[in-house]
């Protein structure tokens, strides 16, 4: 199926004017049970892989393992940090800084030009694209 190129601006603009509905489930307690699931399926996981350290893992199930991961780290450094910049974020160099700023801007101004839109709502694209 072909989507057209207005098409597609629809779709990118209905899901940046919030038209996606979180399921409720913002609450503390919600996200400890969660979690202690997250431990518990982890605990079973790691002492399934210790007694069989020799095993050959399909890589569809290592990459979900890495994804979890990294979900994990990303949801304890919101919680630790804030939103405040990461230790490593702290030390980046000015030069490196520089880069990873001009390497987005020109996503960005790509996004812009694509989908015909403003510089603001290419932000906006490339936030949700990023999250």
């Given amino acids: 199926m072909k989507i057209t190129k207005a098409r597609l601006k629809q779709i990118i603009k209905e899901e940046l004017s919030g038209t996606l509905q979180e399921d409720g489930h913002t609450d503390v307690p919600s996200a400890a049970r969660k979690l202690k699931a997250s431990v518990e399926d982890s605990m079973n996981i790691l002492s399934i892989l210790e007694t069989h350290p020799d095993a050959n893992l399909p890589s569809w199930w290592m990459s979900k393992i ?8 990303k949801a304890r450094d919101y919680v630790l940090y ?6 490593g974020e702290e030390e980046l160099d000015e030069g490196r800084v520089k880069e990873r700023y001009g390497l987005r801007q020109e996503i960005i101004s790509m996004l812009a030009e694509y989908f015909d839109v403003e510089q ?4 906006l694209i ?3 694209i990023e999250t």
């Avoid at 603001?120 to 932000?123: I, K, L, N, R």
């Fill in 66 to 73: 890495t994804l979890a991961s990294d979900y994990l780290n």
């Fill in 120 to 123: 603001e709502e290419a932000e």
């Fill in 126 to 128: 490339f936030r949700k």
């Fill in 82 to 87: 804030d939103g405040r910049p990461t230790q």
